[in-house]
DNA sequence: CTCTTTGCAAAGAGTTTGCAGGGTG
DNA sequence: CACCCTGCAAACTCTTTGCAAAGAG
């Protein structure tokens, strides 16, 4: 058996595809931002490319979303604010309090943390200024 | 309409189950688990309790741990642990960063932080004693 | 009695997978 | 030219839903 991992298009288009935006796609999503540009491609390559991403770690994903998976193209460690009401999630800039935290679950629980996700939910900037009236 | 919730022995049940125990079962986990003592139950009705339970705050969800969704019988925020080879979720006791992380979110931001999730990745205490040899 | 809850089974939705053909090294 | 990658569509898995019957107030 080979193995190595081959260059494909279509993988490094799906790769752009999640670092050149600020939003934290699903793979729906990126499929349709993609089509245009690569009509032939299929839902299922996307899925198959972006585990492939993740088990390179060139790709992360968030959480899921009301059923669906979001990705994330910025492999840092950083936290995210979903919003309840338009479902955006948001990258955070907190700062570490992360080093000490694994520190002390290594000491009292014996557990090797290797990383984390910390997502905050609430109401958007956007939608608190739009939604005065409506929840 | 009515609207008013009418007791259930069967979301009873659900609501004690998830209590009882210290991990983060799926909804098919308690549905087996309930099985014995109500044979007539079914899987939809868990699902049905468990979503009810959300509602009314009574219970929560943790996290997706390979396509499935971990629901919590305590409501109080506190983070977790899963630990990436036996799947168990762990709950974690941590000092609270949340108060002034939920302020500088208020404020650098303007979003509004309602809730969040924290959770950790990694080899759990026991994981890492079993499996000096594998992984 | 009225409205909620339930069992059952079917429907939905997101993701994965098998296969035959095309692409890369 | 060996093996990886892709399109297509079917298969899978988890969760939700419709309906008729049972249960609660």
Redesign the interface.
Known sequence: MDNRRKTSKKREAVLAALRAVEDHPTAETLYMRLKPDYPELSLGTVYRNLSVLLEEGLAATV??VDGQ?RYDGRTEPHAH?I??RCRRV?D?E?PD?VTP??R??REE?????????????????AC?SAGRAGN
Do not use: D, K
């Open positions: 959480a899921t998976l604010f919003c309840r948001l955070l907190l309090t935290m694994y002390a679950i629980l014996g557990c090797a943390p290797e990383g984390h996700s910390l997502n905050v939910s609430g109401l958007c900037a608190r």
